[in-house]
């Protein structure tokens, strides 16, 4: 079982989104996501979404907000992500990303992306503006048999 974070930033009706296509054996791979990772022994969810933003975008978070508790159960793999969001950080976009290209997509245009098919129904609930949410997420060989909010 893994713990992850996951940040959709926000500006100007954009969200920015990180296009997995630079790492090989990525479970990600030519997906478009959100920015995130694993974290680290000692970390908090706040530390952990504020160190990957930093080292995948050159950008630094001055707030964030936590929205929601996803469970990916894919196969054999399990993982817990902390989902956040934030419209309020500093600094300067970095130009290479070692996991992917970085793209802001227009909230609108984000759907028509290659997405995991589960990540569409927790993007509609962060447009919603929903409270706090808690959802479960059920692949098997990469198709979605089970979405569930608790």
């Not at 706040?46 to 929601?68: A, F, H, P, Q, Y």
């Amino acid at each position: 079982m893994e713990l992850t974070t996951l940040c959709y930033l926000e500006k100007d009706g954009k969200y920015l989104m990180l296009h997995r296509n630079k790492k090989e054996n990525d479970l990600n791979q030519g997906k478009y996501i959100g920015i995130g990772g694993h974290l680290e022994f000692g970390e908090t969810p706040e530390d952990c979404i504020r160190r990957e933003v930093l080292e995948e975008t050159g950008l630094t978070l001055d707030s964030v907000k936590l929205c929601g508790l996803l469970t990916f159960v894919i196969d054999d793999y399990m993982e817990y992500s902390f989902l956040f969001t934030s419209d309020s950080f500093s600094g300067n976009l970095c130009g290479d990303c070692s996991e992917g290209d970085l793209v802001w997509v227009p909230k609108e245009e984000v759907f028509d992306l290659p997405l995991w098919e589960g990540d569409s129904i927790f993007l509609e609930k962060l447009a919603e503006e929903a409270e706090y949410f808690s959802l479960k997420l059920v692949y098997k060989n990469d198709v979605l048999v089970q979405a569930e909010f608790m």
